[in-house]
């Protein structure tokens, strides 16, 4: 049943065999133990080069939006904190100024539910100013 | 220096902005078995009975235990951990709450069988495969219809599904507040049933060690203490 993969997660290329019906976060959490990418829902976002929480930052330092996230009191429970991140890091990485709107925007697809997310918006801003 | 006025920074936050929190999906414990949970389909149903022959047949499981192995164990039910009485004063009824029903099903989902498997997909595929034999009976899905007479009753120690009819406040100056009032308007409201929700799924693990005859359970919780002393005292029976 199983099918042999092959995937680069964080500048690292991982070979295997997974069932088919796998999610990739469960290939993620359980066999590479890369935790930080959360099961929130079952719906899934594949793409051939993968970076997770994990291969954000640069070796023993804080990303900018890491810091920023901190900075700005964006989270409390910490759960959807990874997602938020990434999904902030790609929008910077194709506009790094965006507005207001720009960000609820392209954070549509995470959900938070202890923030009420105004401290968010304020990490990403607080990143691209200060990237 | 004081921290009273100061805007204080959080000390977890490391762990959560670079992924290194403990979320307890996040935790593996050396031999960690996997559980998958038999729910009912059905919103109101007697149990005739139980199969679970070709589900413990199933590759990779390790048990399967359903409600009528509860009901001949010392596992006790879930207490209610709120309780709120009559207006009159009377205790209010708390029918019994095992923790896999054995009898009957009370609503959609309610746990009747449980399957420990190796894997997360032998406990789910299994599951799949334990057969229950259910007598479905009319369900009460309304809180208006279901206090009537002659409406599907859910516990039998609760007429008219009323456990409890609890009032707050002084209800003589409530009606004389009315009586006297100028212009009286009336409104129903219909409120959905309240649950918390917080983003992380509900997840558990339990662990034994046989060493020290020792339980520790990791779950994500506002209250570990109320569950600790809630579990040990009802359901389980340890001191």
Redesign the interface.
Known sequence: MAVPITVTVNSQTHSGEV?P?TPLVSYL?EVLS???????CDTSNCGAEIT???GL?PEGG?HPL?EA???T?G?Q??????GM?LAAWQLLERNENPSDAEIRHSLEGN????TGYDNIVKAVQHAAQNA | MSVLGQSV??V??????????R?T??ITLPNMTFAAIVRSPHAHANIKGFDTAAAAAADGVVAVFTGADIAESDIGGLPCGWQVDFKSGETMIEPAHPVLASEKVRHVGDPVAIVIAETR?AAADAAERVAVDYEVLDAAVNAVDAIKDGAPQVHAEAPNNIPFDWGLGDADAAAAALDGAAHVTTLEFDNQRIIP?????RCAIGDYDDARDHYTLYTSSQNPHVIRLLMTAFVMGLP
Do not use: S, W
Not at chain 1, 77 to 82: E, K, L
Not at chain 1, 111 to 114: D, Y
């Open positions: 069932e019906r959490r890369l935790t930080g990418t959360h099961v929130g997770t929480i994990e930052a804080l890491q996230f901190r900075e009191h989270l429970c910490g759960f959807c904190t990874p991140i959900f938070c539910r202890c | 920074k959080r977890e936050d490391q762990r959560f902005i670079t992924g290194k929190g979320y999906d996040d997909e929700n917080a983003i992380e799924p």
